[in-house]
């Protein structure tokens, strides 16, 4: 099968399109015919090396962590799926490749495409979607009349993140530029902060719940927007003990994760607040819960553009630029 394949970490790597062999299919997977895989800062995060402390990949490696397409083949302990489904996935970590013409995919991974959306429109859900429900609806228990912040409410996370927002009953407050405010509105933002204009320490008070995806000083600022017993969950960092502990990492990562998250962990505390990082996990059942809401015609994909297969890495520079509103896919069949 073609494939785009990473064989050495650095910014500067250019992922290579090869001949590789069609994964080997365990018995709890599904072999997948990619028909669009959705693009992540994580796979370019993974390509510059950034991973290698949480995901210790070895080389070479086909990078892609969202798959649409179709079911070619079924593993002996599968029960859920057929021939022929029209599927969609993040894929699990240790097992990623989308990139490529064919992906193995695990049962418990994978859910049936939403009817209605192209394969392009469903690989651009999977990873974001389930970062979006995992931050508001696992670990905020997000509820009706609550008021959550969701930083740059014009990307891949915020875009959905936004729409689930508005769906549990939220009032919402979200960041993006000048020329993003009217898109964010239209996904149902009730208070839109230009960052280039606005500050949002001046804007929210008494938030119950901020969605951290920036940089260091955005995370410390946004202590200062929530209540008391408010939560701060991170996704861009820093890692905390407790996500050393879930994937069982080694004890010095352990040490190093302590370390990084020890001074917002302290001043969180400080003012009666949560902190939290979170690392997305695969989940077919919670992308089932996502199918439901797409079907229902509550939450819509957001698509900035469509490269061909050829063009991965212009598309992965695209994404890194970090101006992209909504998603990136590749079209691969
Ligand atoms: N831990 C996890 O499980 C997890 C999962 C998903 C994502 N992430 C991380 O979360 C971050 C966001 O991911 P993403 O996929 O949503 O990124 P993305 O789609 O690439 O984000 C691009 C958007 O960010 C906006 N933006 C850039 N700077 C901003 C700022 N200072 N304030 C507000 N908005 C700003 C841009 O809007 P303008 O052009 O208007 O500036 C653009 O629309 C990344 O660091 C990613 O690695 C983590």
Wanted: aromatic share 6%; net charge positive; proline share 4%.
């Amino acid at each position: 099968m073609k494939a785009f394949v990473l064989e050495r970490y650095g910014k500067k790597s250019a992922l290579r399109l090869a001949e590789m062999p069609t994964p080997e299919l365990h018995d709890d997977e599904v072999l997948v015919e990619v028909h669009a895989a959705g693009l992540n800062l994580l796979d370019s995060k993974i390509r510059d090396g950034e991973f290698k402390l949480i995901l210790p990949y070895r080389l070479p490696l086909v990078l892609g962590h969202d798959v649409a397409g179709v079911i070619v083949k079924v593993g002996r302990r599968v029960r859920q799926f057929e021939l022929g489904d029209e599927v969609y996935a993040r894929v699990d970590d240790f097992r990623i490749g989308t990139f490529a013409q064919f992906v193995p995919v695990k049962e418990a991974s994978l859910a049936l495409k939403p009817a209605g959306l192209t394969m392009e429109e469903a690989a651009s859900i999977p990873l974001v979607g389930l970062t979006a429900w995992q931050a508001l609806v696992a670990r905020a228990d997000l509820k009706k009349g609550q008021k959550v912040f969701i930083q740059a409410g014009s990307g891949g996370v915020g875009t959905f993140a936004i729409q689930l927002a508005k769906h549990l009953g939220a009032t919402v407050a979200t960041t993006t530029s000048t020329a993003n405010l009217a898109l964010v509105k239209s996904l149902g933002a009730d208070v839109a902060i230009d960052y280039k204009t606005q500050d949002f320490e001046d804007v929210l008070r008494d938030y119950d719940v901020v969605l951290n995806s920036q940089d260091g000083k955005t995370l410390e600022k946004s202590l200062r927007v929530l209540k008391s017993g408010g939560k701060l969950i991170s996704i861009s960092g820093p890692p905390d003990p407790e996500f050393g502990k879930q994937i069982a990492a080694p004890g010095f990562v352990k040490l190093v994760m302590r370390l990084l998250s020890s001074g917002i962990r302290r001043k969180a505390r400080g003012r009666g607040v949560g902190y939290s990082f979170l690392f997305m996990k695969a989940s077919g059942s919670q992308l089932r819960e996502i199918t439901r809401l797409i079907e229902a015609g509550v939450i819509r994909p957001v698509i900035d553009r469509i490269f061909p297969f050829e063009s991965t890495n212009e598309a992965l520079a695209y994404v890194q630029a970090g101006r992209a509103k909504g998603k990136v896919v590749v079209k691969i069949k």
